[in-house]
């Protein structure tokens, strides 16, 4: 089945720091990716979607200079939270879908952000 | 607007009863409607879609669209399937736009 890949699981670092998160299709070609951000004991909540080869389109109230996000090649999507602050401390999960007409997203593990 | 409504933070049942997760939704058009289900510590990962009309776990859904409504139902609830369900709701490939999820706890 298709598997995506997320990494790292867990990062904890101090305000100010930029984190850079990846998500991976390990058995398929991802035409589209998306990033959730997901709050404590609430659902998941869409930040941007992104195509390969092209930019990212944001939601409405995602700072488009603080979460980048680049998707330069069919496997792989990156989500760098820059200068990252307390308040952006969350669970943030990507899915991967590919291929013609309909496709499933399948989804990573999620990645947990605590920043100090 | 897209918009998934579940009404139920929780949901307790016994083991053996009969689990009815409420999902209502509000969209322009003709849908495509989802359940995901997310066990302890593991990745989200879907349950079943209204298209195939398949029966997965023992876990069925309808599609209606009158009450604009996508209920997942199982006639006999095991302790395996406590879990935080989402339903969710999509156009081809757009993004999938997600409820705010039930927990179902089925007590043994």
């Known amino acids: 089945g298709a598997v995506v890949s997320q990494h790292p699981s867990w990062v904890i670092c101090k305000s100010g720091t930029s984190v850079k998160i990846e998500c991976r299709s390990l058995?398929?070609?991802?035409?589209?990716m998306f990033w959730y951000r997901q709050f404590p004991k609430q659902s998941l909540m869409l930040m941007a979607t992104s195509n390969e080869g092209s930019k990212a389109t944001y939601e409405q109230g995602v700072e488009k200079d603080k979460f980048l996000i680049n998707h330069a090649s069919l496997t792989l999507s990156t989500l760098t939270v820059t200068s990252a602050h307390p308040e952006d401390s969350s669970f943030y999960i990507c899915?991967?879908?590919?291929?013609?007409?309909?496709?499933?997203?399948?989804f990573g593990d999620g990645t947990r952000l605590s920043i100090l | 607007a897209q918009r998934v409504t579940q009404p139920e933070k929780l949901l307790s049942v016994f083991k053996g009863a009969p689990v009815e997760l409420k999902c209502n939704y509000s969209y322009s058009g003709s849908p495509e409607l989802f359940w995901y289900v997310q066990y302890s510590r593991q990745r989200l990962q879907l349950l079943l879609r209204h298209i195939s009309r398949e029966s997965i776990k023992g876990f069925t859904a309808d599609l209606n669209k009158g009450e604009t409504s996508f209920h997942l139902k199982k006639p006999f609830a095991q302790e395996e399937d406590s879990a935080m369900y989402y339903c969710a709701l999509s156009r081809g490939n757009t993004p999938l736009v997600f409820g705010k999820g039930t927990r179902l706890s089925v007590i043994a």
């Open positions: 899915s991967a879908s590919g291929g013609q007409g309909y496709q499933p997203q399948h």
């Open positions: 058995d398929f070609q991802a035409t589209t």
